[in-house]
C-alpha cells in the first residue's frame, strides 16, 4: 500500500470509529451574530434565533446574551426579539455559549430511553404549510415503505430513498424553503438541506414516525475528513445547516442528515461523486444514526409567527429577520440586511 492510499483508509477508520460510541467529550463555542439593518423606515424589528434552550443528547446551552442600543430586547422562546423606534440606528449583538458533543445511536441494540410524553411526540407528527403529510407526501411514503416490518426499517427506507433519489443543488437560495408538495409534485428533487431533510420528515411523519427538523448553524470545521461539511474560518455567517431526527420507541430521538450525503457528493474535491465512492459510502452510513457536532443547535420550529410583525409566519428560523415599516427585509440581501455571525471554540 502506497502512502497515499494508507492515508485515505486510516481516513476511513477514523470516520467509522469517531462515533463508535454516544460517550464523547463536551466542546464549548461561542457563537456571536451582529445585526444592522440599513435601510432603516420608521420602527425597525429584528429576530435572531439563538442556542436551543435546555439539555439534548448532543448539547448544552449555558447562556445566551444580547445588546441593542436605544431599542428594546426580549427572550421569547429560542429568539431574540428586538425594537428600536424611528431614528435610532438598528444594531443588535446575540451572543450564544453552548457546549456540544459528538452523538451516535446504537440501532444494532435497542436502548432503556426517556419516555417521551404523547402530546410531545404528536407535536411532531403534525403537518406544517410546507410539509404536508397527506396526498402525494402520502402515497410516496407508503411506497416506499412497502415491505418494512419495524419502524427503524422505515426510517432507514425514507433515508436510502432520499439518499439515493434527491440531489444537491447549489442555485438554491440559502437552505431552501422545505417545500416538498412542490418537490414530489413536480418530480424535482433538487435543494438544499431545508428542502432535503424536510422531505425526510414530512415523509416519516406520513407513516405514523415522529420526525423534526433542526435548524442549526455549524460552527468549526469537521474533524470527519469532509471540508464540505464543516466553515474553514470563524466567520459562519452562510454556514446554516438544518438537520433532521426521527423518533423510534426503542431507541428515542435518533439523529439522520441525509442531506450532508448529498452534499458530500457534489462538493467533496474532485466533486461530482457518485454513490459508489468511498467517501460517500462512509457519508451515506455514518449520518443513519449519528451526528457529528461542529454544529449549534437553534430551534425545532416551524410556521413560526414572529411576535410583533405585520408580515407572515416564516417557515422556519435559521437566519436573523427584520422588518421596518416599508416591510419584511429579505433575509438573504446583504445590501439591505448586514449580519455577521461568528464562532470560536473557547474549551
Not at 427572550?75 to 458533543?101: C, D, H, K, Q, Y
Not at 403537518?127 to 416506499?144: C, F, H, L, S, Y
Request: hydrophobic share 40%.
Amino acid at each position: 500500500m502506497n502512502r497515499r492510499d494508507f492515508l485515505q483508509a486510516a481516513s476511513v477508520v477514523s470516520a467509522r470509529l469517531a462515533f463508535s460510541s454516544p460517550v464523547e467529550r463536551w466542546r464549548t463555542f461561542e457563537v456571536t451574530t451582529r445585526i444592522e439593518v440599513l435601510r432603516a423606515s420608521g420602527a425597525t424589528r429584528i429576530w435572531v434565533p439563538m442556542a436551543l434552550a435546555g439539555e439534548t443528547q448532543f448539547q448544552r446551552t449555558i447562556k445566551n446574551t444580547f445588546s441593542g442600543e436605544g431599542g428594546t430586547c426580549e427572550t421569547i422562546g429560542n429568539m431574540i426579539a428586538a425594537e428600536f423606534p424611528a431614528g435610532v440606528r438598528p444594531v443588535l449583538t446575540v451572543t450564544s455559549r453552548a457546549a456540544t458533543r459528538n452523538w451516535a445511536v446504537n440501532l444494532a441494540a435497542p436502548s432503556q430511553t426517556r419516555r417521551v410524553n404523547t402530546s410531545e411526540l404528536n407535536d411532531f407528527l403534525r403537518p406544517t404549510k410546507m410539509a404536508p403529510t397527506d396526498g402525494i407526501v402520502k402515497q410516496r411514503a407508503t411506497e416506499i415503505t412497502k415491505g418494512a416490518r419495524t419502524d427503524l426499517d422505515k426510517a432507514r427506507a425514507i433515508y436510502e430513498w432520499i439518499v439515493e433519489n434527491t440531489y444537491r443543488n447549489p442555485k438554491t437560495r440559502g437552505c431552501g424553503t422545505g417545500d416538498i408538495r412542490f418537490m414530489l409534485e413536480s418530480g424535482d428533487l433538487g435543494g438544499k438541506c431545508a428542502d432535503l431533510n424536510a422531505l425526510y420528515v414530512g415523509l416519516a411523519r406520513a407513516v405514523g414516525l415522529p420526525a423534526r427538523d433542526v435548524y442549526g448553524i455549524r460552527v468549526a470545521k469537521s474533524e470527519m475528513g469532509c471540508k464540505s461539511l464543516g466553515p474553514a474560518t470563524e466567520n459562519v455567517t452562510k454556514a446554516q445547516h438544518c438537520r433532521a431526527e426521527v423518533y423510534l420507541s426503542e431507541y428515542g430521538w435518533v439523529p439522520v442528515d441525509p442531506a450532508d450525503v448529498r452534499k458530500v457528493m457534489l462538493e467533496e474535491t474532485p466533486g461530482n461523486r457518485t454513490l459508489d465512492d468511498e467517501m460517500v459510502k462512509q457519508a451515506r452510513a455514518r449520518l443513519f444514526g449519528s451526528w457529528e457536532m461542529n454544529w449549534m443547535a437553534y430551534n425545532f420550529a416551524q410556521d413560526v409567527t414572529l411576535p410583533g410583525s405585520s408580515g407572515a409566519p416564516v417557515h422556519f428560523l435559521m437566519y436573523p429577520q427584520a422588518e421596518t415599516a416599508d416591510g419584511r427585509v429579505d433575509s438573504l440581501d446583504p445590501e439591505g440586511f448586514r449580519y455577521e455571525i461568528s464562532a470560536r471554540e473557547v474549551s
